[in-house]
C-alpha cells in the first residue's frame, strides 16, 4: 500500500512539474520581442560601495551606450577606496555623467534602498534603469533594448542578468541556478504574475516609483529592492519583459562555494515576503522538484515497481528539460545538457539546505 502512495505522489509530482514547463515556460521560450517605440530620457543608476575596480570596467561601458539621450548618475555610498577621485576625472569629461555621494546611511535603514532612493530623487529623468557595479550590459544598445519595453505603456520592466561562464562546476550550478530563477520569474511575469526582478537588470518609472511608495514598506529589511518592489509594483503597475542578448547585462559569478550560499541565503530570506499567492506558485514548483528526487530515490532503493518509476523519472526529464533548454536558447544562454541531470539535483537539493538554514539561522548580513 506505501508503495503505491509513494508512485502515486512521485506521478502527481512529474504531472506539477508538467504544468509549470508547458503552461508557463514554454511560452517564455516562445516570447517575441515588443517592437521598439518611442526613445524616452534615461538614467542609468548604479549604487556602489568600495567598487572602483568594478567601477574602471563598467561605467565606460555605460557611457558609450549608443542612446540619444541619457544620463549616467553613480551613487557613491560611504566608499573609503578611491571611488571619489576616479569619479571626479569622469565628470570632468563627460556631461551626461554625474556622482552622488553618500556620506552616512540613516540607522536602522538598508543603505542600498537608502542609496537608491536618493538616486532615484537625484535622477534628471522620468525613466530608470539600473544595474550593479559588477554588471556589464551585453551591448552597446543595452538602453535601447530594455526601453523598448516601456512602448506598450508599461510601468517597469524586467531584464535577465545572466553570469559569465567560467571553469569549474560551481560556476556550472550557479549558472543553471540563474537561469531556472531566470526562467520562473520572467515567464511568471508574462502570463501577468509578476513577483520578482533583480537589480542588475531592471528599468521602471519614477512615477512608478513614488506610486507605489518606493521601498518604505521594506526599507528595513535586508535586501528587497528589487523583488520586494516588483511585489509592490504588480498590485497597480504594468510590467513589462525583455529578454534578447543585448536587452541584457552579464555579472561576475561566486569563486567559492561558501560566498554563493551566502548570497543565497539572503535571497531566499526575501521569498518569506511575497504575497501568499505567489508563496505557492513558486513553493509548488520547488516542492513538486524536490519531492520528485526524494520519492524516486526512495522507491529506486526498495527496488519496486522499477518499470514504473523509471517511466515517470524518464518522462520528467525528456520533458522538463527540453523546455529548460529551449528557453535557455530563447534568453541566448547556455546550459551543459549532459550535466543537466546532475546539476537539476544539486540545485533542487541545495535548496531545500538553503531553506532550511534560513529558518533556522535568520541573522543575515549587508555589506
Known amino acids: 500500500m506505501i508503495i503505491f502512495i509513494l508512485l ?3 506521478g ?25 517605440g518611442r526613445q524616452h530620457p534615461v538614467s542609468v543608476v548604479v ?13 565606460p561601458l555605460l557611457l558609450d551606450q549608443e542612446y540619444p539621450e541619457f544620463e549616467v548618475l553613480l551613487v557613491n555610498d560611504r566608499s573609503d577606496d578611491d571611488t571619489e577621485f576616479y569619479t571626479y576625472e569622469l565628470e570632468k569629461q563627460f556631461p551626461n555623467f554625474r556622482v552622488s555621494t553618500i556620506k552616512k546611511t540613516p540607522e536602522y535603514l538598508n543603505p542600498k534602498k537608502y542609496a537608491l532612493s536618493l538616486g532615484i530623487r537625484a535622477a534628471r529623468y522620468e525613466h530608470l ?12 544598445n543595452w538602453i535601447a533594448a530594455m526601453q523598448q519595453g516601456f512602448a ?22 550557479i549558472r543553471y541556478e540563474t537561469l531556472l530563477t531566470g526562467i520562473q520569474y520572467l515567464s511568471h511575469a508574462n502570463k501577468g504574475h509578476a513577483y520578482m526582478g533583480v537589480g542588475r537588470n531592471l528599468s521602471y518609472t519614477k512615477a512608478c516609483f513614488f506610486k507605489n511608495k518606493g521601498f518604505a514598506s521594506h526599507i528595513k529589511t535586508i535586501g528587497g529592492d528589487d523583488d520586494l518592489f516588483v511585489r509592490d509594483a504588480a498590485n497597480n503597475s504594468t510590467i513589462s519583459i525583455v529578454i534578447d542578448k543585448e536587452a541584457q547585462t552579464a555579472s561576475i559569478p561566486k569563486k567559492t562555494f561558501r560566498e554563493w550560499v551566502t548570497q543565497k ?23 513538486a522538484n524536490i519531492l520528485f528526487y526524494i520519492l524516486s530515490i526512495t522507491l529506486l532503493a526498495l527496488h519496486s515497481h522499477l518499470a514504473v518509476v523509471g517511466l515517470l523519472v524518464g518522462l520528467r526529464y525528456i520533458a522538463v528539460f527540453r523546455v529548460y533548454v529551449l528557453a535557455a536558447r530563447r534568453l541566448n544562454d547556455t ?27 535568520k541573522k543575515i548580513r549587508w555589506k
Request: charged share 15%; aromatic share 14%.
Open 8 to 10: 502515486g505522489l512521485l
Open 335 to 361: 546550459v551543459a545538457v549532459p550535466l543537466l541531470p546532475v546539476l537539476d539535483a544539486v540545485y533542487f537539493f541545495n535548496y531545500l539546505f538553503l531553506g532550511v538554514s534560513v529558518l533556522m539561522y
Open 47 to 59: 549604487a556602489a560601495h568600495n567598487e572602483l575596480q568594478n567601477l574602471v570596467e563598467l561605467l
Open 129 to 140: 534603469l539600473f544595474t550593479d557595479a559588477d554588471c556589464r550590459p551585453c551591448s552597446k
Open 152 to 173: 506598450g505603456g508599461a510601468d517597469m520592466v524586467l531584464g535577465y542578468s545572466p553570469y559569465v561562464k567560467m571553469k569549474g562546476f560551481l560556476n556550472h550550478l
Open 12 to 36: 502527481l509530482c512529474v504531472l506539477v512539474q508538467l504544468y509549470f514547463a508547458f503552461c508557463f515556460f514554454l511560452p517564455l521560450a516562445r516570447y517575441k520581442s515588443p517592437e521598439s
Open 265 to 287: 541565503r539572503r535571497h531566499l530570506s526575501v521569498g518569506s515576503k511575497y504575497k501568499p499567492a505567489d508563496k505557492r506558485r513558486i513553493g509548488t514548483f520547488a516542492l
